[in-house]
């Protein structure tokens, strides 16, 4: 079963996406920021990560350019933010995201991301 790690600071929109996801059949992780996020890596292996930008103590930027200088396996990583504007987009992509969305994200939206990404057969 694939694991994917879900970083918001936000419970409801945890909650939201952990929702869509674990009703696919994902196997679901939850981090409340990048250093909590970094910790559950540490001890864990996951194969997706749905990132938040703006959070307390590190951001998602924050954590991709950590998770990305890591000498591990890398999983894809898809930045989930109320951030609109090209410059967001761009740095998130810098940083080592692999697709940015734009909250809220329709469930049959970030389901179809997930499953490409994860090599998933879609239905």
């Known amino acids: 079963m694939k694991q994917i790690l879900v970083i918001d600071d936000a419970a409801t929109v945890r909650m939201y996406h952990r929702s869509i996801l674990e009703q696919a059949g994902y196997q679901v992780e939850e981090a409340v920021n990048g250093v909590e996020a970094l910790e559950k890596v540490a001890r864990h292996t996951f194969d997706l990560y749905l990132v938040d930008i703006n959070?307390?103590?590190?951001?998602?930027?924050?954590?991709?350019?950590?998770?990305?200088?890591?000498?591990?396996?890398?999983?894809p990583a898809i930045m989930v933010s109320t951030e609109a504007a090209a410059n967001d987009q761009k740095l998130a992509y810098i940083t080592g995201a692999n697709l940015y969305l734009i909250k809220p994200v329709r469930p049959d939206r970030l389901l179809a991301h997930v499953h490409t990404l994860l090599g998933v057969p879609q239905s």
């Open 55 to 75: 959070m307390p103590k590190l951001d998602g930027y924050g954590f991709l350019r950590e998770l990305r200088s890591k000498p591990m396996p890398q999983a």
